[in-house]
């Protein structure tokens, strides 16, 4: 099994646990409308590949290669600048919509982090499926159980941080969480409203946008209304 450079980001939707709500229905309109929220995510990242949807958020890789170097920190924050303002445009129609129910009205206050990480990876294959292995999948993922203390942040680890500190803006915070089976490890963050200035602003969702999110809530919802479908587990 071969090793390869690889960058690892996960962007991860933080409110997630308390906004998928016990009954029927706002739990069904809240599977649907994470879905769409999602998808905007990761089509937003250009240039990174989607490992997997991971309940509450998207894995997503760069692999370095001879034609494509490793990402830089610029990419890194460029690419999540993207993601998330088309994760906020996406919750605005959802807010907008008609539907009364707790999983469309409670968007609102779903917010989106970031976690990124650098270093060697492989691929394994099992069960006819491709997945990402090695201590720094590991981490990555550990690191999203955190101490920073804001909403919406990306978080990197040192390996990041060092090769290109000056593409931060002024503004940047430090952690060392303690990782089960990894030990200490350095990692800073900044605040993406400092990454992305006044942003920019969700376009006014019209009556007949909000009529088909609403039918969009209302019929991809069913499934789930119905017990066919399973909504997906946060981490």
Do not use: W
């Not at 088909?212 to 479908?229: D, E, I, N, R």
């Amino acid at each position: 099994m071969t090793t390869s450079r690889t960058t690892l980001l996960i962007a991860d939707i933080g409110g997630y646990t308390e906004y998928m709500g016990s009954h029927r229905l706002t739990l069904a309109h809240a599977e649907v409308n994470t879905a769409r929220m999602l998808q905007s995510i990761v089509r937003a990242a250009r240039g990174f590949e989607l490992v997997e949807i991971e309940g509450d958020g998207a894995f997503l890789s760069r692999r370095a290669g001879t034609r494509d170097p490793d990402t830089t920190l610029a990419d890194i924050l460029q690419v999540a600048v993207a993601m998330h303002r088309a994760f906020h445009r996406e919750r605005e129609y959802v807010v907008q919509n008609l539907c009364p129910c707790g999983g469309c009205r409670q968007a609102r206050d779903l917010k989106l982090k970031f976690v990124a990480h650098i270093g060697d990876v492989a691929t394994q294959s099992v069960s006819g499926r491709s997945k990402l292995v090695g201590i720094d999948v590991i981490l990555v993922h550990r690191l999203l159980k955190n101490s920073v203390g804001i909403p919406e942040y990306v978080l990197l680890t040192e390996d990041l941080y060092a090769a290109d500190a000056p593409a931060l803006p002024l503004s940047v915070g430090e952690i060392t969480p303690d990782l089960e089976g990894i030990g200490s490890v350095h990692a800073y963050f900044v605040d993406v409203a400092d990454l992305d200035g006044a942003g920019a602003e969700a376009p006014k969702p019209t009556l007949r946008s909000r009529l088909g999110s609403t039918f969009s809530a209302v019929g991809q919802g069913l499934p789930y209304m119905l017990g066919t479908k399973k909504p997906r587990r946060a981490r």
